[in-house]
C-alpha cells in the first residue's frame, strides 16, 4: 500500500469518526424527540437507561475524535508521550464507560434476543481488544500492541458502519423487513470491521516480516 493510499484511507476514516461525533453530539441538546430516541420514547423515565445513554453517547464521542490519531506514525514518533497520553485516555474511556455502558444499552436493544446478543457481543468483543492492547503495551510487545490497537478502533468505528449500514439496507427495492435490518446490523456493523481489518493486518504484517 502506498503512502498516499495509506493517508487518503486514514483521511476517509478520520473524517467519518470525527462526522460521527459531531452528529451524535447532537444529543447534549437533551431534546428527547431527536433521532435513535424517537425509537426510545418508552425508555425516556427510565432514569438508568437514560444515564447509561448520555454516558456512551459522550464517551463515545470522545473515543471517535481521538482514535484516529493513534494511527499516524509520525506523530507517534516525534511525539511519543502524546500518542501515551493519548492511547491511556482512548482505552480508560472504553474500558471505564462505553464499552461497559453499551453492553448495558444492549439489553434495551431493538429487535429481541438476536439483537441483544449481537450488540452484547459487540461491546464484550471492544473492551476484550481494548484491553488485551493495554496488556500487550504493559508487557513491552509493541507489534501485539499494535495490532490489538487496530482491533479496538475497528470496533469502535462499528458506531459509523452501524449508521452507514442501516439506511442503507432500509431502501424499499431491498425488501428487507424492518426487524431484519436492525437484528442483521447488530451482528454486521462489527463482524464485517474485524474481518476487513484482520485481512488489513495480515498484509500490513507480512510486508514487515
Given at each position: 500500500?502506498?503512502?498516499?493510499?495509506?493517508?487518503?484511507?486514514?483521511?476517509?476514516?478520520?473524517?467519518?469518526?470525527?462526522?460521527?461525533?459531531?452528529?451524535?453530539?447532537?444529543?447534549?441538546?437533551?431534546?428527547?424527540?431527536?433521532?435513535?430516541?424517537?425509537?426510545?420514547?418508552?425508555?425516556?423515565?427510565?432514569?438508568?437507561?437514560?444515564?447509561?445513554?448520555?454516558?456512551?453517547?459522550?464517551?463515545?464521542?470522545?473515543?471517535?475524535?481521538?482514535?484516529?490519531?493513534?494511527?499516524?506514525?509520525?506523530?507517534?514518533?516525534?511525539?511519543?508521550?502524546?500518542?501515551?497520553?493519548?492511547g491511556r485516555i482512548y482505552v480508560f474511556t472504553i474500558l471505564g464507560f462505553a464499552a461497559p455502558t453499551g453492553l448495558i444499552m444492549a439489553f434495551y436493544a431493538e429487535g429481541g434476543l438476536w439483537s441483544t446478543i449481537g450488540f452484547s457481543l459487540m461491546s464484550i468483543t471492544w473492551f476484550l481488544t481494548t484491553y488485551l492492547a493495554v496488556v500487550a503495551a504493559k508487557n513491552k510487545k509493541i507489534r501485539s500492541h499494535e495490532k490489538w490497537m487496530y482491533r479496538s478502533y475497528a470496533m469502535s468505528f462499528s458506531a459509523v458502519t452501524l449508521r452507514l449500514l442501516v439506511p442503507a439496507m432500509s431502501i424499499p427495492n431491498f425488501g428487507f423487513s424492518d426487524h431484519f435490518v436492525v437484528v442483521s446490523t447488530a451482528w454486521i456493523s462489527w463482524l464485517i470491521n474485524l474481518i476487513i481489518i484482520e485481512l488489513y493486518l495480515k498484509i500490513k504484517f507480512k510486508s514487515l516480516t
Amino acid at each position: 500500500m502506498t503512502i498516499a493510499l495509506k493517508y487518503t484511507l486514514w483521511a476517509v476514516i478520520a473524517f467519518c469518526s470525527l462526522f460521527l461525533a459531531y452528529i451524535t453530539a447532537l444529543y447534549f441538546s437533551f431534546d428527547t424527540n431527536l433521532n435513535f430516541l424517537n425509537v426510545k420514547q418508552s425508555l425516556i423515565s427510565n432514569n438508568f437507561w437514560m444515564t447509561s445513554f448520555y454516558i456512551h453517547v459522550g464517551t463515545g464521542i470522545l473515543v471517535m475524535l481521538i482514535g484516529p490519531f493513534q494511527f499516524l506514525k509520525w506523530l507517534r514518533n516525534k511525539y511519543l508521550e502524546v500518542h501515551r497520553i493519548i492511547g491511556r485516555i482512548y482505552v480508560f474511556t472504553i474500558l471505564g464507560f462505553a464499552a461497559p455502558t453499551g453492553l448495558i444499552m444492549a439489553f434495551y436493544a431493538e429487535g429481541g434476543l438476536w439483537s441483544t446478543i449481537g450488540f452484547s457481543l459487540m461491546s464484550i468483543t471492544w473492551f476484550l481488544t481494548t484491553y488485551l492492547a493495554v496488556v500487550a503495551a504493559k508487557n513491552k510487545k509493541i507489534r501485539s500492541h499494535e495490532k490489538w490497537m487496530y482491533r479496538s478502533y475497528a470496533m469502535s468505528f462499528s458506531a459509523v458502519t452501524l449508521r452507514l449500514l442501516v439506511p442503507a439496507m432500509s431502501i424499499p427495492n431491498f425488501g428487507f423487513s424492518d426487524h431484519f435490518v436492525v437484528v442483521s446490523t447488530a451482528w454486521i456493523s462489527w463482524l464485517i470491521n474485524l474481518i476487513i481489518i484482520e485481512l488489513y493486518l495480515k498484509i500490513k504484517f507480512k510486508s514487515l516480516t
